[in-house]
Structure formats: C-alpha cells, structure tokens
C-alpha cells in the first residue's frame, strides 16, 4: 500500500473513532445536521451511536483488508470490541474502560 493510501487511512480511522467517540459523549456529530428533526426521537442517542459504529467498522474492515494495523489507535478493550462488531451495552459503558483513564473526546 502506498504511503498516502496508508496516511489517509490513518486519518480515516482516527476520524471515526472520534465520531464514536463523540456519539458516545453525547456529543454534536453530522448525524445531528443531517437528521434534525430526530432530535426529539427517544430513540436518537441510539441511532447515532449505531451510525458511528457502522463506520468505525467499515474503516477497520478496509483497514484489515489493506493489512493496515489499525489497533494500535485503540485499547486492547476497544480493539476486541471491534473485532466482535456487536455494539452491546458493554461496548457503550466501558469503551473507556476506568473513570480513571477516560479521556473524552473535546
């Protein structure tokens, strides 16, 4: 793989990780500019997680198959979530893993 195609990944990959990561924080993301009126859905926290989610994944997918290493970016944890691509209600509460060593995207 090249080194732009390796650069651009890299940056792919921390940019969707920071959209998890702000949909996990509650945080604004584009999914609040693009679906507005779903604001007020209870179900909207939902949603938004699992649209980052399905991002992350699809980055990592291409990472993989571009043999990047994408799990030096991430946790033993996290990486092991990923690979197990099931966004459970584990996933949610501990992708931080400790209060200790949270460092919530800005």
């Not at 990047?68 to 949610?92: C, H």
């Amino acid at each position: 793989m090249g080194q732009l195609s390796a650069d651009y990944l890299v940056t792919k990959l921390s940019e969707a990780k920071n959209h998890f990561e702000r949909a996990l924080d509650c945080k604004h993301t584009d999914f609040d500019d693009l679906y507005p009126y779903m604001i007020e859905h209870p179900q909207f926290f939902w949603y938004k997680r699992y649209v980052a989610w399905s991002e992350l994944l699809t980055i990592v997918k291409l990472s993989t198959e571009l043999e990047m290493d994408w799990k030096e970016q991430f946790t033993e944890k996290q990486a092991e979530y990923i690979t197990s691509r099931v966004m459970s209600s584990r996933v949610l509460d501990e992708w931080y893993e400790t209060n200790d060593s949270k460092e919530h995207v800005s």
